[in-house]
């Protein structure tokens, strides 16, 4: 009766989360929104296949904006919390501006934690901002 025992091991991983790709249909549309809202300038990379954009990361977790076959933008499916810098306020402010909407204002997680927001990219996608304040 039942399955053997199992045995668990621990699992040493840093960051469960080691890359993102966030779809888009209007690729410069897309990369137009994220440079806007962080006040970055997104390295691109656009193949006869597809078309990328990075975020700038010197150290951690990077990503990128993506567009091709099989990128679908969605407001369904995993939730990816983006850094919102010191302060998500900030960032959350020119989600509008940039083609975007805000479906979930800046809310207190804990003190410990900080707070958190979603928003709907220019392209459809559901994503989230982290900070600390």
Same mark, same amino acid.
């Given at each position: 009766?039942? /399955?053997?025992? *199992?045995?668990? %091991? %621990? ?50 977790? =990077? =990503?990128?904006?993506?567009s ?6 969605? #407001?369904?499916?995993p939730?990816?919390?983006l ?8 960032? *959350? ?5 940039? =083609? /975007? ?6 809310? *207190?997680?804990? %003190? ?8 709907? #990219? ?12």
């Open positions: 009766m039942g /399955g053997p025992a *199992l045995s668990k %091991k %621990k699992i040493s991983v840093k960051d469960f989360v080691s890359w993102f790709e966030i779809p888009a249909l209007n690729f410069e549309q897309a990369v137009n929104f994220y440079n806007q809202i962080f006040d970055i300038e997104m390295t691109q990379n656009i193949t006869d296949v597809n078309s990328m954009a990075f975020f700038p990361v010197t150290t951690g977790i =990077g =990503g990128a904006v993506i091709g076959p099989g990128s679908i933008p969605s #407001d369904k499916g939730l990816i919390y850094n919102g810098g010191k302060d998500l306020s900030k960032v *959350l402010n020119k989600i509008e501006k940039a =083609g /975007g909407r805000v479906i979930m204002p800046k809310t *207190l997680i804990s %003190k410990e934690e900080g707070y958190f927001a979603i928003f709907i #990219d220019s392209q459809g996608n559901k994503l989230a901002l982290h900070s600390k304040n």
